[in-house]
Every structure is written in C-alpha cells, then in structure tokens.
C-alpha cells in the first residue's frame, strides 16, 4: 500500500502559498509544483517546502505518480484545468467557487464521476472549529428548533488582493462578492440546516468593475427556516469582519471575528 499521496499544486498566488504550506507540513504527503506563469513564486516554493517543479503543466499531469492535484487558480480556469485532471485519472481538490456557471459545476461532476475520482470544493468553514461546534450544537438539539441564521463576512479585497494580472477586478472571471466570497456563507448555511434552499434572492452594489462587490442575499429553506447574509469587497481601509448568527426556538448562538479588535 502507498504511503505517502503525492499532491500537484497549481496556482501558487496568495491562496495558492496558504495552500503550499498547509501541504508541505501534512505528515504523508508530498507537494509538488508545476510552472505555469509566476515562474519566480513557483521556483521561490519549490524551494522553500522541498517540493518537486515541473517544467510544465502537461509534465505534473502525465505524471502517474501524482494522487492528486489542488487548483488555485482564477475562478474561470477551474472547470478547464479540473476536467483535464480527471481525465488523466487524479483525484481533485478545487478553490472555491467550484465553477462560475452551473453548466461548469456539473461538467466537472461528471467528468470526476466517468474518472471515478474524488471532487473536493475548499469549503473551509465546514472544518473550522467556531462553525464545527454550532453545527453540533444544532444537531444535538442544543438550540432547539433552528429558525434563522445571519450572517456578514466584510473585507476589502479588491483595495488589498487583486489577484494575478488584476484577475478579480474581472466579474467575468471572479464572479464578484457573491461566488468569491458569499460563497462560504452560503455554503454553511445549507450545512448548518442539512437543507438546500428553495428560494434565493439577492440585491447588491456594483463596484467600478462592473461586479457585484457589496451582496445582501435572502434564502428560504424548508420548514419556513431563514437565512440572510451580507458580503462585501468594498469596505474602505483593511478590515476583515466575520460574524454569524443561529437563532433557535431556545437558544441562539453568536459568533464574531475582527482582527481589529486584538
């Protein structure tokens, strides 16, 4: 039996590095690197964690060796680059959003089901301990009836993180605050409920780019449960506000997260 899984990065921005050292310090895996367009940050990596580099793309996914590739790319290239990875039998882990059009989520949940390989989208709040134990506590009744959920996730972004070559000031290829952010919001709540919404809507604020940087969105889920939660690109200086709310029939549960405040 393999011992080690041998995971190709591509994309080393900023999420990409998070990701690279996240890796590198996992016991039974070894990162590897392919070279794609940032060749310094690609090289300076591939240094720092010890990690193979491929001269190319096409090398890393030739590669037999190779268990599983983790894109972190621009929001637009994930199908592309997913789908050629299940094509050539690896296994995927994908940044989120998964894709910018359901026609692009469905592609690669079907190409990753011919291939019979694993699709993983970076959900990450699943796995942080605050959102881990408001979904046990919800679970185990500690609430009572879950009713409502709120929620605000605030930075400024597109001030701080314009991604390579200006990527995120493109809507076409960020998918603006709603894909690129709101998106973890959305995805816990439906994780938090164990439900998928029946409706959804959504007004907001465009910024200079063209892209809807500033999000108010409204869900109804079964049970007449609701959700709301607002999402921002655009807040002016450098603050990162995080909060989330579960009201229930009993109880309700508060969570706040402001660097600022420390």
């Not at 060749?39 to 193979?52: G, I, V």
């Not at 290239?77 to 299940?86: C, D, N």
């Not at 989520?105 to 011919?114: E, G, K, L, N, T």
């Amino acid at each position: 039996m393999k011992q080690t899984v041998k995971i190709g990065l591509v994309g080393t921005g900023e999420i990409g590095q998070v990701h690279a050292q996240a890796h590198a310090a996992t016991a039974g895996t070894e990162l590897c690197l392919a070279a794609l367009v940032q060749p310094d940050a690609e090289r300076r990596l591939s240094e720092q964690f010890a990690a193979q580099l491929y001269p190319n793309y096409e090398a890393l996914l030739d590669d037999q060796t190779v268990d599983a590739v983790d894109i972190c790319l621009p929001n637009d290239l994930h199908r592309q680059f997913a789908v050629q990875l299940f094509e050539a039998g690896k296994h995927v882990f994908c940044e989120k959003p998964r894709a910018l059009t359901l026609a692009d989520a469905d592609a690669m949940r079907d190409a990753a089901r011919r291939a019979d390989r694993f699709l993983m989208v970076g959900h990450v709040l699943r796995f942080w301990p605050e959102y881990r134990r408001a979904k046990e506590a919800i679970e185990a009744g500690a609430v009572g009836r879950p009713l409502a959920i709120s929620a605000r996730r605030m930075v400024s972004l597109l001030a701080g993180t314009r991604g390579d070559r200006g990527w995120r000031h493109d809507p076409q290829r960020s998918g603006g605050a709603v894909l690129d952010m709101q998106i973890h919001d959305l995805d816990a709540f439906c994780w938090f409920f164990s439900a998928r919404p029946h409706t959804v809507f959504s007004r907001g604020l465009r910024s200079p780019d063209g892209a809807l940087s500033h999000v108010f969105t409204h869900l109804e889920f079964p049970e007449g449960r609701q959700a709301f939660v607002e999402a921002s690109f655009m807040m002016q200086g450098n603050p990162i506000d995080i909060f989330f709310r579960v009201l229930g029939s009993e109880r309700s549960i508060e969570y706040t997260f402001n660097p600022a405040a420390f």
